[in-house]
């Protein structure tokens, strides 16, 4: 079973920083490629970033430069970095994983808030 926890979610100013976390097993964490969406009220899910078991990452186009995504090898965590907040970033952020056979995991999700 795949267990995804976020974290970190909450109100943020514009311009300002926020910093997600996704706790899962070491299992999931060192073989899986995991990484985030987001999906902002009416909108689809989108991809945010995504990260390989070697580090190998992909950034969506609306957060590459502002967004930064790494992993705590020791505990098991997938941060995200997000700066430089902006409106258009608020939504539910969903963590995923992804297996060798394609089959994704998703978490519940943390919600963003981007206002002053």
């Known amino acids: 079973q795949v267990q995804l926890e976020e974290s970190g979610g909450g109100l943020v100013q514009p311009g300002g920083s926020l910093r997600l976390s996704c706790t899962t097993s070491e299992n999931i964490f060192k073989h899986y490629e995991m990484g985030w969406h987001r999906q902002a009220p009416g909108g689809v899910r989108e991809l945010v970033v995504t990260?390989?078991?070697?580090?190998?990452?992909t950034y969506g186009d609306s957060t590459k430069g502002r967004f930064t995504i790494s992993r705590d090898n020791d505990k098991n965590i997938v941060y995200l970095q997000m700066n430089s907040a902006s409106p258009e970033d608020a939504a539910v952020y969903y963590c995923h994983a992804r297996d060798s056979t394609g089959n994704v995991y998703w978490g519940k999700g943390t919600l963003v808030t981007v206002s002053s």
């Open positions: 990260i390989g078991p070697y580090d190998f990452t």
